[in-house]
């Protein structure tokens, strides 16, 4: 009976668990790192009309047109110049491909699914509504983002694939 | 059977699409014989055609179908050799069958070939084959079956000596030697080894097996003869009636043993994902792309033996090696498009039996003109544009044809004319339904743009304008359908649905001689010919298609009207205008229209000035759908890449001329934006 116990050697060993850190300001945000298809440095934005001020525009990703958010704009804290540091986190939101600016990456934590607290009553500022739980690693907050409702409501018909 | 170890997968995929065409020879062949147009080698023709589907459903595993099409197939046989004759009644049974198979081959691809119900269209194929069904011309099929009666089955022995080489043209004996145990209920199959040669003479590629097959069976000879139809010219055989010898007792003993067999191979059908689509291509188009990629590959070379030892001398080489190299791809691009070509007779075939199906049910005489059917046109619009045309169709026969009475009242012929037209026009493709009937009514077309607030009871519209209405959404509800001759029904969908392949479509009708309907559809939706635009610091595309012209206005050719409006004149005539910085709400230095540039754009036939800063150059552009990771944007179709690897907006030139009617602006359009910052460098 060898089977279910490599089972779940293989779930440990998956990412299921795993987030990306960034920062926003001097907070710290993490991401499932599944949602997570590359890191990328700042490349041409051409804005669209019409959108809320959060969309900063589109840009090539390999031939592909992928929409880029700017974090700090969706949760309230104030803008950034952009500069050589910034960092746009390529992510995949269902069949949708979507750019997060973030101010920067930190590293990557493995959580496990009891370290991390439902989240407080918080303000909006800290992005509550699109926060899916907290987790404490040291002496640092990580809180977990919700990218699909951070998304959802820019991205027409986002299907649950 | 796992879909992922089927070996099948594959050629069943190739199976459906053939067999797709192979249902659409039989249903218009199928409409000539009701329509007794069908001759002899037409019956032949359909015939084969069922008879291919039969063999190959039955190879592949499909079961279902190679049930049903074995019926259908049989009735076909006996009028195409003269042992029953065609009736209305048939005819329809016929085209039923047809649907059912067609039914039959979508669940088979589907996975599900057992949830379509086929017992009833086979009972009443069963019927026609007994002569038992009113369907059939009872005299002569009785007096057929009479014989058949009499007879009962026979038992036949046949020798099947496959010639030893026939591998080498793809063909399987063993089609035929099943073909032939399905004849009949009582079979067997003996192998004769004989021809075998020693093993060291072994030539595995070779055939050298023979086949006897006794089989009891009510089919006739001819029937049994073809199930050598295909491989005639690769075997020898003969045909022996055996009945009433003796040897006969001992063939039920291996009858379970086939049939087994053969249930093994049919059962279990294997999903297939619906939605996977493929193109056949034909191969001249295939080898003419081989072709071009050498090419393609050798200026490359040259480009690169020329970039290592580079010097400005040989600036001019370079420049023609680039030359060259920018004309394959361009080349290749072209052919790889004409790819996924197809010619719109793929759609238009389907309307021989709507038009004979609606026009028997509403009693009206009709005849279908097609023309153009060879004209392509991309495949993601062939698949998009069935169900406006049939609409259209639908909607011409129906509303716009008069009754035959009616016709003969007004002195035409009684049979009205629907015309179904495809043609190239300026690098467009146009699809026309036209109609020889009563003409839209603008008298009542007005009163219920009225009644329905579409327009001001004192608005003065012409003809064209009235015409055009029918396409306004709210136009056409069910209740209005019958006021109305209801051309209004659905035409608001027809107009989205081509809208949404970046065509347009337009209406032109005279009273009392017709109305004809023209949509006209882009070569392909993946590039267009675009103008790129400076609006703002920031680059806009503009469809070629749509651009008239561009003009530098002198400053007494913008006038504001009633205070907010502005127009351009143009040569005496005035337009309406838009300032396409305000409409995307890119603050911009150039405010003033002499100093900037006017692109006059035409959409459904309606000219309108449009104000960049500058005009940038001209270029194809590849479309990238915004909504693949972001959703539509007002004013805008996609997106593209330009060759500095920014992407640019493609405008959507029609969408931009309604800002110009309803007056919107940056006000409600922009202002989320206006301030944001600029296209950003690294």
């Known amino acids: 009976m060898t089977a279910p116990t490599f089972a779940q050697d293989l779930d440990v060993a998956s990412d299921a668990n795993q987030y990306l850190t960034f920062q926003l300001g001097d907070q710290e945000y993490g991401l499932e790192i599944l949602a997570v298809q590359e890191i990328k440095g700042l490349s041409a934005i051409t804005r669209m009309p019409n959108t809320p001020m959060h969309v900063k525009g589109v840009t090539n990703l390999r031939g592909a047109v992928v929409p880029i958010l700017d974090l700090r704009v969706r949760f309230g804290l104030a803008e950034r110049e952009y500069d050589r540091f910034t960092v746009f986190i390529i992510a995949t939101v269902g069949s949708k491909v979507v750019g997060l600016v973030v101010d920067a990456v930190e590293d990557v934590i493995d959580l496990a699914p009891d370290a991390i607290q439902p989240t407080p009553e918080l303000a909006s500022a800290l992005g509550g509504a699109y926060v899916r739980g907290i987790a404490h690693v040291g002496e640092r907050l990580v809180a977990l983002l919700d990218i699909e409702k951070i998304v959802s409501g820019d991205l027409a018909l986002l299907d649950a694939a | ?682």
């Open chain 2, 1 to 682: 059977m796992s879909h992922e170890t089927d070996p099948f997968a594959e050629f069943s995929e190739a199976f459906f699409e053939e067999a797709a065409e192979h249902v659409a020879t039989v249903e218009d062949g199928l409409l000539r014989l009701d329509a007794g147009t069908l001759g002899v080698e037409g019956m032949h023709g359909v015939f084969r055609a069922v008879h291919s589907i039969k063999g190959l459903a039955a190879t592949l595993g499909f079961g279902e179908v190679a049930a049903f099409t074995h019926e259908f197939e049989s009735v076909l046989d006996r009028l195409r050799s003269g042992t029953m004759v065609s009736t209305p009644a048939l005819a329809q049974l016929l085209l039923r069958s047809n649907d059912t198979l067609k039914t039959l081959l979508d669940a088979s691809r589907a996975g599900r070939a057992s949830s379509v119900p086929v017992a009833e269209e086979t009972a009443a194929l069963k019927a026609v084959l007994h002569g038992t069904n009113t369907g059939a011309p009872t005299a002569t099929t009785a007096a057929v079956d009479a014989t058949d009666v009499a007879t009962g089955p026979r038992q036949y022995s046949i020798r099947f000596l496959p010639r030893p080489g026939l591998f080498a043209t793809g063909q399987d004996p063993m089609l035929v030697v099943r073909e032939l145990a399905e004849l009949g209920d009582e079979v067997s199959v003996v192998c004769e080894t004989t021809r075998l040669p020693a093993i060291d003479a072994l030539d595995p590629e070779q055939c050298y097996l023979i086949w006897v097959v006794k089989v009891t069976t009510t089919a006739a000879r001819d029937v049994i003869e073809q199930a050598f139809m295909f491989i005639e010219d690769d075997c020898e055989y003969s045909l022996r009636d055996v009945t009433d010898d003796p040897s006969r007792a001992g063939v039920a003993a291996f009858a379970p043993t086939l049939k087994q067999v053969a249930a093994a191979a049919v059962g279990d059908p294997k999903p297939v994902a619906a939605e996977a689509t493929s193109i056949r291509v034909p191969t001249d188009k295939v080898d003419a792309l081989v072709d071009l990629v050498g090419e393609l590959v050798i200026s490359q070379a040259m480009v690169n033996q020329i970039a290592t030892t580079f010097d400005l001398g040989r600036l001019k080489e370079l420049q023609d090696a680039l030359a060259s190299l920018d004309r394959s791809t361009r080349d290749l691009q072209e052919r790889v498009m004409s790819v996924r070509m197809l010619p719109v007779a793929t759609v238009f075939n389907r309307f021989p039996r709507l038009v004979r199906d609606v026009s028997g049910k509403i009693g009206k005489k009709v005849r279908l003109e097609l023309q153009g059917a060879e004209t392509e046109l991309d495949k993601g619009m062939i698949e998009r544009i069935g169900d406006p045309l049939t609409h259209l169709v639908r909607n011409a026969i129906d509303h716009g044809l008069e009754t035959p009475a009616d016709r003969l009242a007004a002195g035409k012929s009684d049979t009205g004319t629907v015309m179904l037209r495809a043609f190239h026009e300026g690098g467009t493709v146009v699809i026309e339904v036209s109609d020889d009937g009563r003409g839209l009514n603008t008298g009542r077309i007005r009163e219920k743009a009225i009644t329905n607030g579409l327009i001001r009871a004192d608005e003065v519209l012409s003809d064209d304008e009235l015409h055009a209405l029918i396409f306004a959404p709210g136009f056409s509800t069910a209740a209005q359908v019958s006021d109305l001759s209801g051309r209004g029904v659905g035409m608001d969908v027809v107009k989205r649905n081509v809208e949404g392949m970046s065509g347009s479509v337009a209406v032109a009708s005279t009273p009392g001689q017709g109305s004809r309907v023209r949509i006209r559809l882009p070569l392909t939706l993946a590039i267009l010919d675009g103008l790129i635009v400076g609006v703002g610091g920031a680059s806009y595309v503009l469809p070629l298609l749509s651009v008239v012209e561009s003009l530098r206005p002198n400053p007494r050719d913008v006038r504001t009207i009633l205070g907010d409006g502005e127009v351009l004149v143009v040569r005496g005539e005035s337009l309406p205008f838009v300032r396409l910085h305000s409409v995307f709400g890119h603050p911009t230095a150039t405010t003033e229209p002499s100093q900037a540039i006017v692109v006059i754009a035409e959409t459904d036939g309606r000219r309108f000035g449009l104000m960049v800063d500058d005009v940038l150059g001209q270029q194809q552009v590849v479309i990238k759908n915004l909504e693949a990771n972001y959703r539509k944007l007002d004013g805008v179709m996609g997106a593209t890449i330009l060759g500095d690897g920014r992407v640019s907006l493609i405008c959507d030139i029609q969408e931009l001329f309604r800002f110009t009617t309803t007056r919107r602006h940056a006000a409600d359009i922009g202002a989320t934006t206006v301030g944001a910052p600029e296209d950003i460098f690294a």
